[in-house]
């Protein structure tokens, strides 16, 4: 995602002061993006682009899961929760089950190292 | 008919304790308190790739269930919620087992490490949704559900 929206801005970039073309690979002379003939229509594009970016750039340097969700569901909306739910259901069956391991370095995975024994957290 | 020896199997000493943690997690800074029969570890914990950072202190005493506080970022109690899940606010350790599910022939580093960052995982994932997805003893109580 990071190097399409690289990719994006620099041949945004390139295009300038004209607008980039996205051509049907079928068939080239056919040009998909006939609508940002439309310079309204085309600022509205890298306006979103440029939107997208920062909120992309704040994403992948976010260090806390409170951040990341936070950006996220700007981006897609109140699933986030329930896929950091969902996600979370999985590691615990996982856990359950007895089926991750430890390895060197403490890095927890399901393939490498020496399996953790099931624990049920206490108290209040 | 001589009698047959079977000795009750010991438990892992401060020593063996500290040579394992050594082995698997070398970063954490190791303290022996030999006048107390104890040991103390201070190392980062991230539970996962998107989760924060989280410096822990693990203490062991010889003959006690081993401590484990978490020295940095603090814990935060969310909105809505009156405690922390599964944590004992007296002295501010993380409630990470049942008293059979540990004993001195388990080491530090293999159960009470991954146990910490599972606990940690956890936290997050309550912190941000409301429910507590780790399970444990008292997971009906409004402090382990979104309301």
């Known amino acids: 995602m990071t190097t399409i929206l690289t990719e994006i801005e620099g041949a945004i970039n390139t295009a300038m002061p004209g607008r980039i073309y996205v051509l049907n690979p079928a068939n080239p002379s056919e040009d998909l993006s006939e609508r940002w003939d439309d310079p309204a229509s085309y600022a509205a594009f890298i306006e979103g682009i440029s939107q997208l970016c920062s909120v992309w750039k704040q994403l992948t340097s976010a260090s806390e899961m409170q951040k990341s969700a936070s950006i996220l569901e700007i981006l897609v909306g109140e699933p986030t929760k329930e896929a950091v739910k969902k996600q979370a259901r999985a590691f615990q069956a996982a856990r359950s089950a007895a089926l991750l391991k430890t390895a060197s370095a403490g890095v927890i995975s399901t393939t490498v190292g020496t399996s953790i024994r099931p624990n049920t957290f206490h108290g209040d | ?147």
Request: some cysteine; proline content about 8%; aromatic content about 12%.
């Open chain 2, 1 to 147: 008919m001589a009698t047959r020896f079977n000795p009750k199997p010991r438990g892992l000493t401060l020593v063996e304790q500290m040579f394992r943690m050594s082995t698997l997690r070398p970063e954490f800074r190791v303290t022996l308190h030999q006048r107390q029969r104890s040991v103390t570890w201070v190392g980062k914990i991230r539970p996962a790739p998107m989760s924060n950072e989280y410096t822990v202190q693990v203490e062991l005493t010889i003959g006690l269930r081993p401590k484990v506080k978490v020295l940095n970022p603090e814990l935060k109690v969310r909105d809505g919620a009156t405690c922390l899940p599964h944590y004992y606010p007296e002295d501010k350790s993380l409630c990470l087992h049942q008293a059979h599910e540990w004993n001195s022939l388990f080491s530090v580093a293999d159960c009470i490490v991954p146990w910490t960052a599972f606990w940690l995982y956890f936290y997050e994932v309550w912190f941000f949704t409301g429910s507590w997805e780790g399970g444990g003893t008292h997971p009906v109580k409004p402090e382990h559900q979104a309301a």
